[in-house]
């Protein structure tokens, strides 16, 4: 299940403007990568250009790889790579276990078996029992666990966080974002998240990329630089001649 | 305005209601539920007693079962039931299944507005035209059979085969579903709105479902409950169809609703009382049919709740939603040569077979037919514009006062707007001509523009309610801080701001009235002619070229409606971008 992403010269615009420019960027299995930057500076529009939902108005171009399989043609559904979005989008007409079991892999079969790995994902989110519980009686925090396991039971080979902590407070905030960062992590799912928040950034404990806006830029900061007080460094280190990540001039 | 006033207003407007003026919106409520609600039920029960004899009118005045014995007696009576459940299930499944095939296959690529736009032609072209240009179009000496022959087919003259009033009612279920799939589309869009449903298609489609599996599996489950009572009006619709029946389906037997009709138009008045028996088992049968549905609702939801959480994710292609759009793109296609066919049998002079086209053109049929033209497309247009002006005030003011009140009707109180839609309209209507006749109110514009009013009524409120209350509520707060009263709140903010769904509404209120068939007959008493009556009437037998003439003109009238409740805004908004194109 663990693989690498990795993307290659991907670079975004929106008509004439360029939001990313060719950013090539690895993210190990069991690593966390943040992507910070200004609303409209591209950040979520990266994201849907991996998991293949893109809007028709931007132009992309460059290469995604979950591994060493090219996924930048396959339609969304194919691609297994894992998105969980700021709303928890659990469907409302079934039920909590509905939804799970609408995320669990067809590969898994028979009605016993897949109830088991459904029963096995609830306990786990400590939410035992909650199996026939409509979605809208639950608890804002008890909603994104299940949006997250619901997630992880389709077997992604790749997890896409697009600011999924957003709307949650600040102690459900801590708490689910421990809970979704400790299971990527004993997946060894590589993780890119997309935030507003440097706290989430500091929770995840790997890479910040920022987007600069003038010029557009993406600067790669490691996790050392970000100071505990919550703001990145004023001028940071100049972009390192690594593979990852680097912008073509 | 001056303090306590003004207090009073913004109170008003900010929901929370004031003694009177909760008084004066269940006054509203009660009155519009009450104008249409009363009637029909006194015309149901009228029909009902008739069926069992007693019929003052005619002489009827003991409890028997005469009529009964009389209606099953008739020969060939199980058939034209058989028929009448057969055509209405078979054309409603038809025209649910593809268009939810349809939106399957075709979510991502389609816009609401294109949409609309679209569909409108087919949505305002009333269902008797529909049926005459179909009948020409699909006839074995038909548009079709001309264009393929002889060449083709080798027919030098037309073949003997009942394509058009076969007695399975084949063409009537093309031509219901030609009719009920735009509508249904409309319906299934609009309720596309109340969700997010782009969102949880992404988030499907993340989960790796095939786009068509993530709509069937995701979407329409949760705007089924919005569409259920559009589906059930559909199924009613298609059980008790009278106009389209009497071009299209079959006459010996007929459908029970034509069985009805016929005995209520029979010079014999004795024939009233098996009309009211077949009339009330008309109502029978949609209730039966809508229970049956209902039955199949919760029996495909079991296996349903069990395909989606099998985890399948249906992402080989899929030929079910693919051959859904080609078979909505034929029937739209089928519609609208069917509609042309009659605008071109209008312009020609003459039309032999197997020639694709007239052999010689002329606008002679016109300038013949112009005088007698005039006199039903005055009140065609005149019924179509009272109704549907009476029915967009009633239908403002019920969405108004919802908004002072802060209240919001539940969709409980929703099925009582749709019960016309519901009621088979020949099971209460001949029991509401006798009232009018007793009154001395048949023939009148006010019985015929109110009788139209029941079906226009509902139809402008299906059409406005949604985008009237999904208006962001802080335009109103605004409006009230700045010091607006409700009314100038009203006039000055909403109306504006709403103007293109409510011209909408009016296109599609306007286009309900033109088809209407049976209320103008009975509550007219027969004397009324609008286009829609002169094209019926015309239909069995007369020149085609000048059936052609009426049909023309019936469709061209409500499609002109639509094309200005379209272009309008775009003119008086032409330099406000928010309002041209969104509202």
């Known amino acids: 299940m663990s693989t690498r992403l990795r993307l290659e010269t991907v670079t975004i615009a929106l008509g004439e403007r360029v939001l990313i420019p060719r950013l090539d960027l690895d993210v190990e299995p069991g690593e966390v990568a943040t992507l910070m930057g200004p609303s409209g500076s591209g950040k979520s529009a990266l994201l849907s250009f991996i998991g293949g939902t893109l809007d028709a108005a931007f132009t992309a171009t460059g290469q ?69 519980r409509d979605p809208a009686t639950l608890s804002g925090g008890q909603r994104a666990r299940v949006a997250l396991l619901r997630t992880l039971l389709s077997e992604p080979r790749v997890l896409l966080l697009d600011e999924p902590f957003g709307k949650l407070d600040q102690t459900l905030r801590e708490d689910f974002r421990r809970f979704v960062f400790s299971h990527a992590a004993a997946r060894r799912l590589p993780v890119l998240m997309v935030t507003h928040d440097i706290a989430d950034a500091i929770a995840a404990g790997g890479r910040v990329l920022t987007i600069d806006q003038d010029p557009v830029a993406i600067r790669e900061e490691p996790p050392t630089a970000i100071s505990g007080n919550g703001a990145p460094t004023e001028g940071g280190p100049p972009p390192i001649p690594s593979r990852s990540p680097q912008t073509h001039k | ?46 029909t009902a007693l008739a069926a069992f004899g007693c019929l003052p009118a005619v002489g009827g005045d003991m409890l028997t079962l005469a009529p009964w014995r009389m209606l099953f007696g008739t020969p060939g ?32 690529r389609m816009g609401y507005r294109r949409a609309e736009a679209m569909l409108a032609p087919l949505l305002a072209a009333p269902h008797a035209a529909m049926a005459i240009g179909l ?49 249904l589309l409309l319906m299934i869009l609009a309720a596309l709105y109340q969700i997010p449903a782009a969102e949880h298609l992404r988030a499907a489609r993340s989960l790796g479902y095939g786009a068509a599996a993530a709509w069937i599996k995701v979407i329409l489950p949760q705007i089924y409950p919005q569409i259920r009572l559009p589906v059930y009006a ?19 037997p007929p459908p029970l609703s034509i069985v009805a009709f016929r005995w209520f138009s029979a010079p014999d008045v004795a024939a009233y009382l098996p009309a009211a028996a077949a009339a009330l088992l008309q109502l029978v049968l949609v209730i039966g049919a809508i229970g049956a549905w209902r039955l199949g609702e919760v029996a495909v939801a079991r296996v349903g709740v069990r395909w989606i959480a099998c985890g399948r994710r249906e992402t080989a292609h899929q030929p079910g939603p693919t051959l859904a759009t080609v078979a909505v793109m034929l029937l739209f296609a089928l519609g609208g040569i069917a509609l042309l066919a009659m605008a071109v049998w209008s312009f020609a ?45 009633l239908v403002i003011a019920w969405l108004e006062s919802e908004d ?44 015929v523009v109110w009788s139209h009013l029941l079906f226009v009524l509902p139809y402008v409120f299906l059409s406005l309610a949604d985008p009237w209350r999904s208006l962001d509520p802080r335009y109103r707060r605004s409006a009230a801080a700045l010091g607006a009263s409700p009314m100038r709140t009203l006039f000055a903010v909403k109306l504006p701001v709403l103007l293109r769904p409510i011209l909408i509404a009016c296109a599609i209120g306007f286009s309900v009235s033109v088809a209407q068939y049976l209320p103008t007959l009975f509550a007219g008493n027969g004397r009324v002619a609008t286009l829609t009556t002169e094209a019926v009437t015309l239909a069995s037998g007369a020149d085609r070229r000048i ?23 775009a003119l008086v908004f032409l330099r406000r971008r928010a309002l041209s194109r969104a509202a």
């Open chain 1, 64 to 132: 995604v790889f979950a591994g060493d399989v090219d996924i930048t043609r396959l339609p969304p559904n194919l691609r297994r790579v894992g998105v969980l979005f700021q709303d928890d989008l659990l469907f409302p007409h079934l039920s909590v276990g509905g939804n799970l079991a609408f995320g669990l892999s067809a590969d898994v079969g028979g009605r016993r078996a897949r109830r088991r790995r459904v029963d096995e994902a609830l306990v786990d989110a400590g939410l035992a029992g909650f199996h026939d």
């Open chain 2, 547 to 569: 059936v052609g003439v009426y049909t023309f003109l019936q469709s061209l009238l409500p499609f002109l409606g639509f094309v200005l409740a379209l272009s309008v805004p």
């Open chain 2, 349 to 393: 002079w003459t039309w032999r077979y197997p020639a694709g086209l007239p052999d010689a053109w002329t606008l002679a049929t016109w300038i013949h037919q112009l005088p007698a033209l005039g006199w039903p497309a005055r009140t065609t247009l005149s019924l179509g514009l009272l109704s549907t002006l009476v029915a967009i005030v």
């Open chain 2, 234 to 252: 559909v199924l009613a619709f298609s059980l008790s169809v009278v106009d389209m029946a009497l071009i299209l389906g079959p006459s010996h």
């Open chain 2, 77 to 108: 009576m199980a058939t034209s039931v058989a028929l009448t459940v057969f055509v209405g299930l078979a054309a409603t499944a038809l025209a649910f299944v593809l268009a939810v095939g349809f939106c399957a296959a075709g979510h991502d």
């Open chain 2, 1 to 46: 305005m001056d303090a306590p006033v003004r207090q009073l207003a913004l109170a008003d407007a900010g929901g929370a209601a004031t003694q009177p003026g909760r008084r004066r919106a269940a006054t509203v409520h009660v009155l519009i539920l009450g104008s249409f609600l009363v009637p029909i039920a006194v015309g149901l029960a009228g």
């Open chain 2, 404 to 447: 002072r009140l802060g209240i919001r009707m539940t969709r409980r109180a929703l099925w009582l707007i749709f019960i016309p839609l519901v009621v088979p309209q020949i099971s209460f209507l001949f029991s509401i001509q006798v009232l009018l006749i007793r009154f001395g109110l048949d023939g009148t514009l006010f019985a």
């Open chain 2, 135 to 183: 009948a020409f179009v699909l006839a074995p000496s038909g548009w079709i059979a001309r264009l393929i022959s002889p060449w083709l087919t080798g027919w030098e003259v037309p073949p003997d085969v009942a394509t058009v009033g076969d007695p399975w009612g084949l063409s009537l279920i093309v031509a219901l579903t030609v009719k009920e799939v735009p509508f």
